[in-house]
């Protein structure tokens, strides 16, 4: 019962992001107007506890993802100095990953990503303890790299 815990701990991130920001007369009552460190407006770059911080571009509709969902999304990956490392764009198709780590994705973007709803766009800054850490990723991603990734969130499956 490993995952209960992170779960939990996720989950207490997106609560503490969405309790601290702030929200406008017409967010009231309205569930759908919230993610994870905003309140229904674009624009924002807000810094969470973990380090992970995020903006929304677009803010979509619908159900929001939360930590353990599977998602389909496009996303594309610099490192700080602006070098693209990965682009699912430039594979011309977007991808699927479960939302959690281990076994799904890096720790970030179960940070980064919950509270996003489907037709979003979010800037994730994400610190390098919370990506790949003193190993990298290969040749594309040095050791010790923070990470900047934009995601569009197509679906929640």
Not at 32 to 44: I, L, P
Not at 115 to 128: D, E, T, V
């Amino acid at each position: 019962m490993k995952t209960a815990p992170r779960f939990l701990i996720a989950l207490a991130v997106v609560a503490l992001a969405c309790g601290c920001s702030k929200s406008s007369k017409s967010d009231k009552g309205s569930d759908k107007s919230k993610t994870a460190g905003t309140a229904g407006a674009a624009g924002k770059k807000i810094t969470l506890p973990s380090g992970v911080a995020i903006q929304d571009l677009t803010v979509g509709s619908g159900t929001a993802a939360k930590a353990g969902d599977k998602i389909n999304c496009h996303a594309t990956g610099w490192l700080t100095n602006g070098k693209k490392f990965w682009s699912s764009h430039d594979r011309g198709q977007p991808v699927d990953f479960n939302l959690r780590n281990p076994g799904g994705v890096i720790k970030g973007w179960v940070i980064g990503i919950p509270g996003m709803m489907p037709g979003g766009k979010r800037k994730i800054w994400i610190p390098s303890a919370l990506a790949y850490g003193s190993r990298g990723r290969g040749a594309a991603i040095p050791a010790d790299s923070d990470l900047i990734f934009e995601v569009e969130l197509i679906a929640i499956r």
